[in-house]
C-alpha cells in the first residue's frame, strides 16, 4: 500500500492508519477503491482537538469485503477555516456523512451537491462536537456548571 | 421563519426540482411524516409525485437528535455506558456490546470465557426481540393485522428473561465493561431454556401465517429493489445486503465475543426485494434460537467478570470485609478509572446491520471522542434510490424492510 498522499502509516491495537496529506484525499480515496478493494466507506467522522493545531482530524474508515480488512485513513485540517474536498465523487456513501460533520464540527466538504445541516435545527448556531461548545448549549447557563 | 432558514430549506432537492415546459407532467410535492405511523418514529420524507410514482424521495432525519456522542465525552466510560441502551433502543445490548468491546480494547483487558457466552446468549435474545418488533410493525403496515400479535407474545417472554438477567425489560445495560452486570439468577437455564425450545415451531407459525396469504407475496415480491453495487457503494449492511446473496455478517468474518466457537449459518437469499429480506430475518431468528440453544448447553462455568480490580466494581462481600476492595470501589464510582490514549474501532453485527464505536482516549478517565457509526443512518441513505419510480402505495413496504430505527438514525 504505497501511494504519495500517504504521509505516515501507524499501526496500534491490530489496525492500521494512514495518515493523509488533505490536498489528496480524494486520489488517495479512489486508489483504495479501485486498486486496493476496499469497495466500501465504512464510516466518516471527525475530532476537534481544541486549542491543539491542526485543530480537526476527519476520519475515514473502510472496509474490503474481498480481503476481509479495516483500515483507517485521517487528514488532519486547520481550525481556521476548515475545508477539505469532499469524496462523495468516489462514495455516495460519503453524502450524509460530510453533511453530518459538517453540522456538528463545521468542516465544509468542498463539492459536496448538497453541504446543509442534517441533524441539528437549520438555523442553530454553533457545531456542538466542537469542543469549546458547552454541553448545555449557548442558550441555557447554569450557575454550578 | 427567517431569511437564511427559508434559503436552506430551498435547498432541498425535492422540493427545488420543477418540471419544464408544458409538456413535463404535473408533479406534486408531498410531505411524508414526521408523524407517520409506519415510519415508525420522527422521520419525514418530501416526496415528489407524478401521479402515483414516486419521482424523487427526500428524507429529513434529525428530529430525534440527543447529542448522545456529545453527553459520552462529558461522562466516563462507565456512565457513558448507561446512554449506548439509548441509542438503538430495539438492540440495546448490541450497543452495550460494542461500547465495552471498544473500551476493552483500549484497556486490553481479558474478559473470561463465562461473560463472552452470557453476552453472546443476551444478545442474540435482543435481536430475537428486535427482528419480532420489526416483523410484527412490518406485516402491520402492510395490512397483515394479528402476526402483530404473535410476535408481540414471544417479544413478551424475551422481555421477563431480560427483566429476570438485569432488572430492566428494556434498558438493561446488562452488559458492562470488564464482564457482565450480575451473576445470572438462580433458574435461568429453566427459563431461557423452556423459551428457546417451544421458538422455532412459532417461527414456522408466523411464515406459515405469512406465506399462504398471497395479498403478502403480492405486497412484498419484487418490492423495494435495490441493486447490490447501489448498496455497497451507500454503504448499507445488514438484512439489506443479505437479502441480495452476499453473506457480510461481522460474527462470521471477524468475530468477537468468542463467536467462532458457535455453529450457525448466515442467511442469505437473492432477489433483492422486501421478500428477500422478510426471508433472511425469519432465518437468522432461527439461526439465533441455534446459537442460544449451544450457548445454553455449553455455557462454561467460571467468574462473570474480568480480574480487574481497577476496572470492575468489587463484589458487595468483598466491599464489606477488604479494604482494597473498598478503595477500589470508592475511586471507580467517584472519578472512574484511567483508559491508555489511542484510538479504536470495533464494529459487531447488530440486527440492522455493521454498528461500529470509534473511541478515542486522551488518557483520561472520560472518553474524548465517541463516533457510533450507526446502521439505520447508513441504511437510510439507500431510500432515495430504492424509493425512486416505485408506487407510493409500495413505499409503506419499502420503508418497513429497511427496518431502521430513528433513535438509531439520529444518536
Known amino acids: 500500500m504505497s501511494h504519495p498522499g500517504i504521509l505516515e502509516t501507524k499501526e496500534a491495537f491490530g489496525e492500521t492508519t494512514h495518515i493523509v496529506d488533505p490536498a489528496q484525499i480524494v486520489a488517495v480515496c479512489r486508489y483504495f477503491k479501485d486498486e486496493e478493494k476496499f469497495i466500501r466507506l465504512s464510516g466518516l467522522t471527525a475530532v476537534d482537538w481544541h486549542p491543539s493545531e491542526p485543530r480537526f482530524e476527519v476520519v475515514y474508515h473502510l472496509h474490503s469485503v474481498d480481503r476481509n480488512a479495516r483500515v483507517r485513513l485521517k487528514c488532519k485540517v486547520h481550525g481556521e477555516q476548515p475545508e477539505i474536498d469532499s469524496i462523495y465523487s468516489v462514495w455516495r456513501a460519503a453524502d450524509w456523512h460530510e453533511r453530518e460533520v459538517f453540522d456538528l464540527f463545521g468542516i465544509t466538504f468542498r463539492n459536496h451537491p448538497n453541504m446543509v445541516r442534517i441533524l441539528m435545527p437549520l438555523d442553530w448556531d454553533g457545531h456542538p462536537l466542537r469542543k469549546d461548545y458547552p454541553v448545555h448549549g449557548y442558550k441555557y447557563s447554569y450557575p454550578n456548571e | ?411
Request: glycine share 8%; net charge negative.
Open chain 2, 1 to 411: 421563519m427567517n431569511k437564511s432558514l427559508e434559503d436552506n430549506y430551498s435547498t432541498i432537492a425535492a422540493v427545488q426540482e420543477q418540471p419544464a415546459g408544458p409538456a413535463a407532467p404535473r408533479r406534486m410535492t408531498l410531505n411524508m411524516g414526521p408523524q407517520h405511523p409506519s415510519t415508525h418514529g420522527v422521520l419525514r420524507i418530501v416526496l415528489e409525485l407524478e401521479g402515483e410514482t414516486i419521482r424523487s424521495a427526500a428524507p429529513d432525519i434529525g428530529f430525534l437528535h440527543t447529542g448522545i456522542e456529545k453527553q459520552c465525552e462529558a461522562l466516563t466510560y462507565a456512565k457513558a455506558l448507561t446512554l449506548t441502551d439509548r441509542v438503538d433502543y430495539l438492540a440495546n445490548l448490541s450497543n452495550n456490546l460494542v461500547y465495552c468491546l471498544t473500551v476493552e480494547k483500549l484497556l486490553q483487558i481479558e474478559i473470561p470465557e463465562r461473560a463472552q457466552w452470557l453476552r453472546v446468549m443476551m444478545t442474540e435474545l435482543s435481536r430475537l426481540n428486535s427482528h419480532l418488533v420489526w416483523l410484527g410493525t412490518h406485516a402491520l403496515d402492510i395490512g397483515a393485522m394479528s402476526i402483530f400479535f404473535y410476535c408481540f407474545r414471544e417479544r413478551e417472554d424475551i422481555l421477563r428473561i431480560l427483566e429476570m438477567f438485569s432488572g430492566q425489560r428494556m434498558m438493561t445495560s446488562y452488559i458492562r465493561i470488564g464482564g457482565v452486570a450480575l451473576e445470572p439468577p438462580r433458574g435461568w437455564e429453566k427459563a431461557v431454556g423452556k423459551f428457546i425450545r417451544g421458538f422455532p415451531s412459532k417461527v414456522d407459525e408466523y411464515e406459515n401465517l405469512l406465506d399462504s396469504n398471497p395479498i403478502w407475496g403480492i405486497r412484498t415480491k419484487g418490492v423495494g429493489y435495490i441493486s447490490l453495487e447501489d448498496m455497497l457503494d451507500l454503504g448499507v449492511t445488514g438484512p439489506m445486503l443479505r437479502g441480495a446473496g452476499l453473506a457480510l455478517d461481522c460474527r462470521r468474518t471477524q468475530p468477537y465475543s468468542s463467536y467462532e466457537k458457535f455453529n450457525f449459518d448466515v442467511a442469505t437469499r437473492t432477489g433483492n426485494d422486501v421478500y428477500a429480506r422478510y426471508q433472511v430475518r425469519l432465518q437468522e431468528m432461527r439461526e439465533s434460537a441455534k446459537i442460544i440453544t449451544q450457548a445454553l448447553e455449553g455455557m462454561p462455568t467460571g467468574p462473570y467478570q474480568a480480574d480487574a480490580p481497577h476496572v470492575v466494581l468489587p463484589d458487595r462481600e468483598k466491599m464489606k470485609t477488604q479494604m482494597e476492595a473498598l478503595i477500589y470501589h470508592f475511586k471507580i464510582v467517584t472519578e472512574g478509572f484511567r483508559v491508555p490514549a489511542g484510538e479504536v474501532y470495533q464494529c459487531i453485527e447488530s440486527p440492522r446491520g455493521e454498528i461500529g464505536y470509534y473511541i478515542v482516549s486522551d488518557g483520561t478517565a472520560k472518553p474524548y471522542r465517541v463516533y457510533m457509526r450507526t446502521p439505520s443512518f447508513a441504511n437510510l441513505m439507500a431510500l432515495p434510490v430504492m424509493l425512486k419510480d416505485t408506487l407510493i402505495a409500495d413505499s409503506i413496504a419499502s420503508l418497513g424492510s429497511m427496518d431502521f430505527v430513528l433513535g438509531d438514525t439520529d444518536r
